[in-house]
């Protein structure tokens, strides 16, 4: 299994006028685009995605639904555990019930990312922090478990828009 971490795109500051519930905080319009462009490239990157999981909160389903328009893939599933804050066990307790084959992406939130991708590569929740609109893949033997992981690349959100804007080569 291929476990990928995408942290979701630049989002509006905080602005409890604007947004009494912080979970409806948007991305920005600038955002938007480099989420878009970011999930381009990650698309390149990763053909054979199965599944993107995502946070309930607005500005994660976004970068994850920009995500699925570029694979041409299912609409994305709402992980609560992947919210802010979220638990690690019932987060790899619904990657187990995945086919060990598969590649998954999570759009989650930091600093909880980057203690996943510690947990995953080192079993500890050792930070490896993700930039907005960044992302990296770990790999498995098997389903996921906590220090079993393989880093299988690290890419700020700069490199996957230049994926993104790469022409084909035959």
Do not use: N
């Not at 999930?39 to 990763?46: H, K, S």
């Not at 976004?62 to 802010?84: D, F, M, N, W, Y």
């Not at 992406?105 to 510690?118: R, S």
């Amino acid at each position: 299994m291929k476990v990928i971490l995408f942290r979701h795109g630049p989002a509006g500051r905080r602005d409890p006028s604007r947004w009494p519930d912080d979970a409806a905080r948007p991305l920005t319009t600038r955002g938007a685009v480099r989420a878009r462009q970011a999930a381009r490239g990650l698309a390149r990157l990763e053909p054979q995605i199965g599944a993107i999981l995502t946070s309930p909160l607005e500005r994660a389903s976004a970068t994850a639904r920009e995500l699925q328009v570029s694979i041409g893939g299912r609409k994305p599933e709402i992980l609560e555990a992947l919210a802010p804050g979220g638990s690690y066990r019932r987060l790899l307790e619904a990657l187990g019930t995945r086919a060990s084959d598969e590649t998954v992406v999570l759009v989650g939130h930091e600093p909880d990312l980057g203690k996943l991708a510690g947990t995953l590569l080192f079993g500890a929740p050792a930070a490896l922090p993700i930039k907005k609109a960044g992302a990296c893949a770990i790999s498995f033997v098997g389903p996921p478990h906590a220090g079993k992981g393989q880093l299988a690349w690290f890419l700020p959100p700069r490199s996957l828009r230049r994926l993104a804007r790469r022409k084909e080569t035959a």
